[in-house]
């Protein structure tokens, strides 16, 4: 088997034995997408080795129940115990003993098949495109926010970062609240005034400080926390997507002063996603940059480091 | 007027002049307590210049409504405008132009006499001491917990610091929660075990990593954030009541990962703390180390800086 596997370097890898779990399901993938969590694994963070990837749609070819075979899928990537304080609490996402596609102890979907336990999938509406589908799982984690979060259709939100997850969390956001985008990118604020959410540039958030109810950092970068903090109001929250090797420095006295409260949101609920997609309310295509062949793997996270580039999708 | 001032140092001025703001009430401090942000003030903590000192008790001898004259009181310390944005929304504690006794731009306690608004004064039951109704305030910042999150009796709550402000928390807490105190200080074990709160040393905490629902940060030490990352269980909450200079370095992606719940805590209600004093459900004597004249200021931080030290309070 064919797959994308990371030890110290990443490298195409040409004979790696194909999954063999008897109680999961094996899925031959279709389509998978780069996402800035595997550029970081690729640079050593969470000390991962094997096949990287956690994106992807594709189709089942072996389950433990046959009714699963031949079904389009795409799947929850922490593999839980099912039997530890946190799964029997109902948060398996947190269990203790997991594995985590791609990302803890668990080989990924940058190859031509992947294993996950048949719980962990979802059947794939039949009018998604495999393109539309592979945006399933980043779209879940912007859905984790409204979980974690009431957000209210008065609330001044502003969302730092445009990127790939930015512009997800966007369009879920859009008609809920009163959604500020903070960008980098001149043709994303187009893409953004598209979709009618109003965004600004980060020189131009001055005006904007201790105003925002909820702050979403969705930058990716450890500096999106400092600006963050200048635009929540007190006893505000800051909702903290961004997850980067290193321990910034942070000013937790102001968290005091001005009682803010911070939340970490990771992994969402994968039904809302493909729901959103089903009816079209979550436009993904400008979303993606490029699809590469798996066989040109390398190339393809060389591009989806670059400066501008949103997703790179990866076709086995 | 003699108070204990502060100007890159602290100085007992004995010329200073009274309070004279006609629409606020004047009042004669019978009793005033140093709190640990009154030891990095006078380390250059806030910037602040001026009279030090917010908690105190005291008789009015002056107010535009002349029925507070001659109570006796204790004063909430922010100072508000009533207009702006934060104020009608009822949050005055975080009012944008408000000024705080001895912290920010309005002379404090650690003098003969002090100013506030009438709407910041509460009085004082007759049943309290001077020496029980000098804690109010951080007694106050002990129940602000109470408002901001919901804690249930089944929560495993996980108390950091056996300081002035922690053995607060600790009585305000105990009764409602599975509480622990993680502390430093044998003496304070054996009064803990009095008021049969359950406590450990720091170097026993390793069994309780990732266990608690809620870990409250009252260590006034930068290191507390850690231990408190170690000991919270995933979606847990960290409540953090210390200020101190400097940006430590903070783990957030560990945050994101664990989706954690951070909640900055500060000033609270006067009233029940009040309510908690008179019923004498909170016993505060313990607490008090010496008691100094206020022209043995600066004496008496000296003795409030010293290790094992708790309260140290100042009469005029």
Partial sequence: MQGLSFKKTLTLRKNLPPPSESNEARIRVSLAGICSTDLEIAKGYMGFEGVLGHEFVGVVEAAPDPNWIGRRVVGEINAACGECCFCVRNMRNHCSHRTVLGILGRDGSFAE????????????PENLTDEEAVFTEPLA??????????????????????????????????????????????????????????????DQTAP????????????????????????????????????????????????????VTLIGSRCGPFQPALEALAQ????????????FPLKKGKEAFRKAAERGVLKVLLRP
């Avoid at 098949?113 to 794939?124: D, G, R, Y």
């Fill in 208 to 259: 904007l400080q201790h105003l925002s109810d909820i702050v979403i950092d969705a930058t990716g970068s450890s500096k999106g926390f400092d600006l963050a903090q200048q635009l929540v109001r007190p006893q505000g929250t800051i909702v903290l997507k961004t997850t980067c090797a290193g321990r910034p420095k942070v000013d937790l006295a102001k968290v005091v002063i001005d009682e």
């Fill in 113 to 124: 098949q992947l294993s996950l336990p048949v719980q962990n999938l979802h059947p794939v």
């Fill in 280 to 291: 079209k309310k979550v436009d993904v295509y400008p979303l993606i940059t490029e699809v």
């Fill in 141 to 202: 984690a912007a859905f984790r926010i409204t979980e974690q979060i009431s957000i209210r259709s008065e609330d001044r939100v502003t969302l730092l970062g445009d990127g790939k997850l930015g512009l997800l969390i966007a369009q879920v956001l859009k008609d809920r609240c009163r959604l500020v985008v903070v960008g980098r990118h001149a043709e994303r604020k187009a893409l953004l005034d598209r979709w009618d959410v109003p965004s600004l540039s980060l």
